[in-house]
């Protein structure tokens, strides 16, 4: 069964930094593009990043660009993600994700980062 | 960046009937390998999003048969031919041809 658990968030202060983890299971993790998304609290969906099968290649939105990075460890079957300078507006659900266009597109369960003081 | 544009925003239905859900992009979703990359997701109350179209009317695994996509270029559909109750949430349409891949704005499904 295919499988991604994401961990690492949290309260963090204004300004700060957090890295998130996502576990995956149950599915070839060397082979997928794999993202992040985020969804703020009552709000709609934002694809933040991707990144290939080796990490040689990432994209990310504006939004984030210079202070979000994403990287992968395919020994361990693991992704992440390295939030810096982080403020309000980055308070939301952090999905893993898997950046397929074909036949295999699940998400993790998400995990909540909240920015404040 | 691609505009991704859903109407209705709010669908109230009756059980057993069926409902419609527009998604209209900014630009052409048309890729030059001729696959149309746009996909539905649904998002159940207290849940995390679910995919439940790849490439306008492909299903996803475990997906029922009453929910089906269409469309072509940048007009396309979501229906439902019956709702149950299970369907009540949030659907999404995402186009993930251009970068950065985004979203429509939501429309929310609920019983009348």
């Known amino acids: 069964e295919v499988q991604m658990v994401e961990s690492g968030g949290g309260l963090v202060q204004p300004g700060g930094s957090l890295r998130l983890s996502c576990a995956a299971s149950?599915?070839?993790?060397?082979?997928?593009?794999m993202s992040w998304v985020r969804q703020a609290p009552g709000k709609g969906l934002e694809w933040l990043a991707n990144i290939n099968q080796d990490g040689s290649e990432k994209y990310y939105v504006d939004s984030v660009k210079g202070r979000f990075t994403i990287s992968r460890d395919n020994a361990k079957n693991s992704l992440y993600l390295q939030m810096n300078n982080l403020g309000a507006e980055d308070t939301a659900v952090y999905y893993c994700a898997i950046a397929d266009r074909g036949p295999i597109g699940n998400w993790g369960q998400g995990t909540l980062v909240t920015v404040s003081s | 960046d691609v505009v991704m544009t859903q109407s209705p925003l709010s669908l109230p239905v009756t059980l057993g009937q069926p409902a419609s859900i527009s998604c209209k992009s900014s630009?052409?979703?048309?890729?030059?390998?001729?696959?149309?990359?746009l996909n539905w997701f649904q998002q159940r109350p207290g849940q995390s999003p679910r995919r439940l179209i790849y490439k306008v009317s492909n299903r996803d695994s475990g997906v029922p048969d009453r929910f089906s996509g269409s469309g072509s270029g940048t007009d396309f559909t979501l229906k439902i031919s019956r709702v149950e109750a299970e369907d009540v949430g949030v659907y999404f349409c995402l186009q993930v041809l251009h970068w950065p891949w985004t979203f429509g704005q939501g429309t929310t499904v609920e019983i009348k």
């Open positions: 630009q052409s979703l048309v890729h030059s390998d001729g696959n149309i990359y």
């Open positions: 149950g599915f070839t993790f060397n082979i997928y593009w």
